[in-house]
């Protein structure tokens, strides 16, 4: 290993299993581990079998700062929600009785109409921002609402906690039940440049705007044009939904009549690109899954979300044999649970479930699953050169993990090693057992006394 020539200060020392995901292995377990980090959060070091006097001398730290994982404990990479409704978690866990688009007006619009008033926002954000990042969510990607303020507002309370998020301002002018709550198409131009302008001039290092058009049925095609105008002009990220639910698409074709497929309405439009992550898709065919392919445009799996409000079941398998981008969402709130733990437990179920339908399935492993929420999400966000697994250079996103906590939810039992010891953090485990959580090497979680 060469020898610390840079300025680079090391803030963190960890010395214990660090676990993680490669692009060859889905889980890569290092053991006696040593990682470093130094003080812009970015991993300075990662050393197997070192000896820690020789690395503290080499990179300048003193061996009483290493933080020492016991025989239970591990690292792991920050999980990634691809897809999440801030502005939904105050019903989360609710109102899971209709299909989507009877859902949407009658729970969603009302309750996301109430955002004009910021002291509403706030409290539901503040909440959001902080059961995430306690379960474990290092980056979210966020919709919030069509007002402008309150989405800053968001913004700020996810730069506050420090997570580390994309947010976009959502934007829809047509076929709303709820009359107060659709913008006019310039109205939402406006507004989405301000958003925009807004944001980046707050110069938050780990936040950054997303453009949002709601989904093909909310928008207008002038509308879709113009926001795949911006996204392109700024080289934003998009994000939008797709395929979710059966009725949703033969709409859609109605609706676009000169489109030949649902993803031909965004193809279209210029709204997919390699900053594109679109939600669901649980119905998309073969050839609409080539063109994600070819355009480097992601999915997110949002399984409990498929199931709660019977969309459909996404076929992940198929997906990654297209070689297109998949990272895991929550969708709060038509998933009920806001913890990226439960979307690796529902994809893993899905997954069973498609192979109980048809045993030539081959069902997705956990270790599979875990990679999809930490470096697959990563890549669905083309975050992947700045987060998603442990690499020298890389920002610290990680989670201290402690399967074994008073009163917690797990039991351990002779002889099992940190391959169990994961699979069962992953299938038993909750926010009781992630005693810390980093973002960009800043410890976020135990929070900060207020
Ligand atoms: N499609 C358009 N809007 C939404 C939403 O808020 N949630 C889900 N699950 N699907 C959508
Ligand atoms: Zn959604």
Request: include cysteine; glycine fraction near 8%.
């Given at each position: 290993m060469a020898q610390n020539d840079t300025t680079a200060r090391i803030a963190h020392v960890f010395s214990g299993t660090c676990v993680h995901s490669t692009p060859r292995a889905a889980v890569e377990i290092l053991e006696n581990c040593v990682l470093g980090v130094d003080d812009e959060g970015k991993i300075a070091f990662i050393e197997k079998d070192k000896d820690l006097v020789s690395l503290s001398k080499i990179w300048g730290?003193?061996?009483?700062d290493i933080k020492q994982l016991g025989q239970t404990e591990f690292l792991m990479p920050g999980m990634v929600d691809?897809?999440?409704h801030a502005s939904q978690y105050?019903?989360?866990?609710?109102?899971?009785?209709?299909p989507l688009l009877e859902w949407l007006n009658t729970y969603t619009f009302p309750v996301e109409a109430?955002?004009?008033d910021l002291d509403f926002a706030n409290n539901v954000y503040t909440k959001v921002v902080r059961r995430t990042l306690k379960n474990g969510t290092t980056t979210a990607c966020y919709f919030a609402t069509i007002h402008t303020d309150a989405s800053l507002l968001l913004g700020e309370l996810a730069d506050k906690f420090g997570q580390r998020a994309l947010v976009g301002k959502v934007c829809m002018d047509c076929n709303?039940?709820?009359?107060?709550?659709k913008e006019s198409p310039s109205e939402c131009k406006v507004e989405t440049d301000r958003f925009i302008k807004e944001l980046l001039k707050?110069?938050?290092?780990n936040v950054k705007p997303v453009v949002t058009p709601r989904f093909a049925l909310s928008c207008s095609a002038s509308l879709l044009s113009e926001l795949g105008e911006i996204a392109n002009n700024n080289k934003l990220h998009i994000q939008s939904h797709i395929s979710e639910n059966k009725e949703e698409v033969e709409l859609v074709k109605t609706l676009f009549?000169?489109?030949?497929s649902y993803t031909d309405v965004y193809l279209k439009h210029n709204?997919?690109?390699?900053r594109t992550v679109m939600a669901h898709?649980?119905?998309?065919t073969d050839e609409e899954l080539e063109i994600f392919h070819e355009t480097g445009s992601a999915i997110s799996h949002c399984p409990n979300s498929n199931i709660s409000i019977c969309s459909g079941m996404l076929n992940v398998r198929n997906v990654l044999k297209h070689k297109v981008k998949l990272g895991l969402g929550t969708d709060v709130a038509g998933g009920y649970s806001p913890s990226m733990l439960d979307a690796m437990r529902r994809t893993l179920d899905t997954s069973k479930t498609l192979t109980i339908q048809d045993p030539q399935h081959q069902t997705l492993t956990f270790e599979e699953v875990f990679r999809l929420a930490t470096l697959g999400g990563s890549e669905a966000l083309s975050l992947d050169e700045q987060i998603g697994?442990?690499?020298?250079?890389?920002?610290?996103?990680?989670l201290r993990v402690?399967?074994?906590?008073?009163?917690?939810p797990i039991d351990l039992f002779p002889g099992e090693g940190p391959k169990v010891i994961l699979e069962k953090f992953l299938n038993l485990g909750d926010?009781?057992?992630?005693t810390e959580v980093y973002v960009a090497g800043r410890q976020v979680v135990p929070f900060p006394e207020p």
């Open positions: 730290f003193e061996t009483s691809t897809h999440i105050s019903y989360a866990g609710t109102a899971l009785d209709l109430k955002y004009k709303s039940a709820v009359p107060q709550y707050k110069e938050y290092p009549p000169g489109c030949k709204l997919l690109t390699d898709g649980c119905h998309l697994n442990f690499v020298v250079g890389k920002d610290f996103d990680a402690n399967v074994c906590v008073p009163d917690g926010d009781r057992n992630i």
